[in-house]
């Protein structure tokens, strides 16, 4: 029954996406183009050589983190939206590290990205605070404080540590800047980071007492408070650590791809995460997986667009027909008359057979 | 089972294997091909606009072919450059100095692909920056403001703080003070540059809170909602920036600031065909025609002030408007 | 200082107040039939701007805003019910299809724009509603400019507050309705049709969140720019929950951050030195510290955000 299961949790998403793919695949013939060119330049932007496997992997390291930033909160019940605010502030005091303090090389990479991390930490940790002391909605709060630090950040990069005439922040010195696995390669080790952090996060979820305990709060609250958990405390360390998981993203970014903040720095990658987490259904591994799916999906369909000439939008449609079929998919395979069709037709000898 | 697994995965990389061997087409001899990004959307009716035309209408003088990617997130700008780098696009077209680094990096990895970088100050092999004046469209724009109005209120909307915005409303004030030193400025930025009804609102409170009656404005789509604002009342003017966007019988706009971006690029385009490309910067201004004074509004602008104002241009344009 | 010192300012002042606020509510009261029903619905600002851009279109082609804010309407609605097919229907996450259409409406909406205007680079001109005076009250003065002219849109999103409120606490329906977002299943034994009553949510939902984007289009402005919506959606958002899910709180709710944005603009004009982001903040900071004073004990709707599966007994 088992392998039965992981076969379709598997399965569902990769037929979700391909019925995604047959739909773009659609709207690219109305616009008078070869689907099956598009989808080439897709594959080939993402996939084609090694250096474009690297860039794609440099497009999906933020959206780790973002991802396991979300599913941290969310393992405990916690709607975190706050991602993209906690993914700048660490940036902020990162790029602050980086460039003011005059420490350089790898020890400056060491301290930016530990006060990165800690800078979200902390901005996750209001919508925590307020959650358990003023029973403020954490939603509400989080998307409140991505605004403030937006803004936060603009004043910064125009204002408070303005690089001469050009609004935008000076960059990340040569010799602090994270770098790349390969030369040649435009990827840096945050990829590498981001994957042992998405380890870290799995055992510490799964095989700690500490993270069963985080999991059962975000079961059922009034269960874990009865069985004697502080509750409170709990959902609080989860805002914070989520936030901190962000934050250090933000680092990353900064210290391996964009080296200064300007305007549109960082955004969307926290509702990017969102998504991704809830795809990857809370799984740690999972959001890695479909972090990486997301980057070639970006990746490939900027050289699409450009390979086509069709419009901008059209492959954002696809990237959204892409979330709307893979979780249409997941929620379709759990609910109560499907698995009873599956219990009817799959069961005793032809267990096992897919889909 | 393991055989229906088996046929199913041979299905999917056979049809992975018919998909990813596409045909792309090599580009003949002699064709030319232009591509530009854009932050915003070709279609905001203001800086993405008449980047996108200015590129549009140098390449069909040129005979270039054109592709254009809007709407690029900020950390996307080296990956959709790459891509068109890889595409063997000969010129690419970077309006706006966000994408400096970008420029370098790709420019870096890409020596034999051309870059335009506007408003931009980097000089390299294959990098060639395009600067038009922003000091002599404020100058241009306040010489304006400051004879229009009766209520010796003028305005200026941002949208958002970036340095040419502030060299244009630095020298749109000093051009006002120019013209007469009792006239005050009032300035707000709006944070966007496609919030249109928060322009309509700014414009609004500018009005009702220092009775300004002329505007000038750098924000593309929050320009025009502020333009809506001026449309409901008597009396109220804006000068349009960066194409011609008034007419002879306009209500609102008595005259624009004309930023010809298509000759600039069209001289890149021909230092490519000519191969002697970078190490140079293109500057625009009125001296070599890519700044212009639109056209008037006849039915808003008198004939007496229209000839004090093409006065107030030859001395803008002959540097003795405002000595430094 | 004298500029503010006079009594055209407050007047100003307090008309933007209405006019920010105006899409706000109506996209909050959409979100609230939604809610009340159990269905957190966060793609407002996707629903919004495919009401935007259809709006405007057909405005534009038919001249009339009225057919405009109708089709606006229609198109929320179309939109919304994607949302409501996977998470009433497939008990699909609410979150990720709230997401889903914030990235899916606006790339159609930008997709439809370019198909019928082509690569166009100049603004087209639509249609826009004009103010209503309502006779005599609007002679009043300070008062009746203030309230009594402004376009029909916005006496009607108005008077959907004190409408919602009587449905929602003093109609069968409504109650039934709010049982629905409370205790679905006991609604259920007493004969309540749970899906059908959140597909009516969240076809209202469509619709009201529809209208206050074809708003923007119609009765703001008269044209149409991509991300003309503006996070709007996200604000409406938190209206409801400060409001506490009660009508006339979220029109609280929705005027006070169209307070803070107008004072904001106007601090921008007052004091030209501070850095513009700093005063931007204040409509959401206002909100943050507003909502820690009062604070919120009472909780949304008991079965808010879960799936209904109507097997499980």
Redesign the interface.
Known sequence: MKTKNNLIKILIPVLSILAAFVIGGIIIVCLGKNP??A???L???AL?KPSKIA?TLE?AS?LIFTGLAASFAYKCGM?N?GGEGQFIMGSIVSIVVSTQTGITGVPAIIISVICGALAGGIWGAIPGI?KIT????E???S???N??AT??M??VF??ILRDG????TP?VPKESQLSNIADGF?VHYGVVIAIILAVIIYYFMFYTSKGFKLRAVGMNPTAARFNGFAVNKIILAAFICSGAVAGLGGSI?LHG????L????????G?DG??IA??AQLNPIGTVIVAIFFGIL??GA??L???M?I????V??I???V??FA??G???V????VQQFFRVHFSGKRR???S | ?KK??GA?MLAVSLA?G???????SVAAEGDYKI?MLL?SSISDGGWGASCYQAMVDAAEEMGWET?Y????????F???M???A??EYNLIFAPG??Y??AVIQVSEEYPDTYFCLLNGAVETDNVISVMPDAEQIGYLAGALAGLMTQTNNVGFIGG????TT?TKLDSYEAAVKKVNPDINVSSAYA?SYDDAAKGKEIANSMISTYDVDVMFGDASAVDTGAREALADMENKFSIGQPGDLGSADDEVIICSVVTDNAALVKECMEAVEAGEYGNKTVFGNLDDGCLKVGTFSDKLVSKEIQDKYMELVEQIKAGTFIEK | MEAIMNVNFFVQLFLSTIRMATPILLVAMAELYSERAGLVN?GLDGIMSMGALIGFLFGYMTGNPVLGILAGALAGIAVNM?YAF?TIT????Q???G??????A???A??IY?AYFSDTSTVVQGISMKPVAIPLLSQIPIIGPLFFNHPVLVYLAYLLVPVTAVFLNKTKAGLNFKAVGEYPKAAETLGVNVIRQKYLASTICGALAGIGGAYLTICYTSTYSEGIVA?RG?IA??AV??GRWMPGGVMLACLLFGFCDAIQIRLQLLSPGT?Y??L??IP??C??VV??IF???K??PKANGKPY?R??R
């Open positions: 099956l060119e989808y080439g330049f594959f080939k932007g084609g860039q497009v933020p709607f939206l307020l003023r029973g403020l909605n939603m509400i709060v998307i409140m404080l605004y403030v803004l936060f603009g004043c125009t204002n005439s050009v609004p935008q960059a435009r970014e791809k964009q080296f200064r300007m305007q549109g720095y960082g955004a969307g990658f509702f969102v998504a809830l795809i970006r990746k900027s050289t667009q450009a390979g000439k419009p901008t939008s059209v954002d449609i990237q959204a027909l979330i709307v979780v249409a997941t929620a379709l759990r609910l109560p008359q096992g057979a897919e | 089972m229906r697994t199913i992975v018919t998909i990813t061997v596409p045909t792309v591509a932050d592709a990617t809007d709407n690029v997130a900020t950390s996307d080296t990956t959709v790459t891509d068109y890889d595409l100095n966000e400096t680094d958002m703080e970036i340095d502030k944070g | 966060i994607i996977c497939l008990c699909a996450e979150i990720v299809y997401m889903a259409i914030n990235i899916f606006p790339a159609l930008s997709f370019r996070g996200f958002l938190s929950i400060f850095p982001q700093l931007q903040m959401y900071l909100t943050l909502l820690v604070g919120i004990k909780s949304g599966f097997e499980e």
